[in-house]
T-cell receptor
């Protein structure tokens, strides 16, 4: 079975400071990893994904994520946080096993990012 | 792309009533997924379609839940005899199937409150 853990319910950071939102995963096969962001009363918005290749993935709005196979982690990062980055962030994994129901995603519980001016 | 749309955005119903939600995927996206998100949790997979075929439905929460995609375009999710525990956000996502490369794009969701 595949699973995702986001160990922090909330991350607080000052505007202009770097931010990190943590994610660890567990899969039987090779993982595909995703980050989505959710603003209030909105659906999930795709930020970035890791498929293969470079361990550092760049995505939308200046976000990036680093895939670490040995630590089974895929932490989301941004060098300089903005107040407008405040939202709920979800990490998700897709297990590449053939019997994964149609490429279903398994999501973590989410991390609320609060960026203060 | 105009994005995934879902209607209604909000639904309040009384326990025991039936409700139906609609999802319109991005044009030419052949896969459509339904997820449920309860308060403080990440989305949970329910079912998915490839074109009009429902290829996985074992994750539907009970036999009160059903979904259709009759013409391979929009989809509906119906909950019969609603219970208070059904209160949640119901999310739809679509993708053009590219094997493992695909990215799912989500709609705004339908928030259900069962009184």
């Amino acid at each position: 079975a595949q699973s995702v853990a986001q160990p922090e319910d909330q991350v607080n950071v000052a505007e202009g400071n770097p931010l990190t939102v943590k994610c660890t995963y567990s899969v039987s096969g090779n993982p595909y990893l995703f980050w989505y962001v959710q603003y209030p009363n909105r659906g999930l918005q795709f930020l970035l994904k890791y498929i293969t290749g470079d361990n550092l993935v760049k995505g939308s709005y200046g976000f990036e994520a680093e895939f670490n196979k040995s630590q089974t982690s895929f932490h989301l990062k941004k060098p300089s946080a903005l107040v407008s980055d405040s939202a709920l962030y979800f990490c998700a994994v897709r297990d590449l096993r053939a019997n994964n129901a149609g490429n279903m995603l398994t999501f973590g519980g989410g991390t609320r990012l609060m960026v203060k001016p | 792309d105009t994005g995934v749309s879902q209607n209604p955005r909000h639904k309040i119903t009384k326990r025991g009533q039936n409700v139906t939600f609609r999802c319109d995927p991005i044009s030419e996206h052949n896969r459509l997924y339904w997820y449920r998100q309860t308060l403080g949790q990440g989305p949970e997979f329910l079912t998915y379609f490839q074109n009009e075929a429902q290829l996985e439905k074992s994750r539907l929460l009970s036999d009160r839940f059903s979904a259709e995609r009759p013409k391979g375009s929009f989809s509906t999710l119906e909950i019969q005899r609603t219970e208070q525990g059904d209160s949640a956000m119901y999310l739809c996502a679509s993708t053009r199937f590219l094997g493992v490369q695909e990215t799912q794009y989500f709609g705004p969701g339908t928030r259900l409150l069962v009184l």
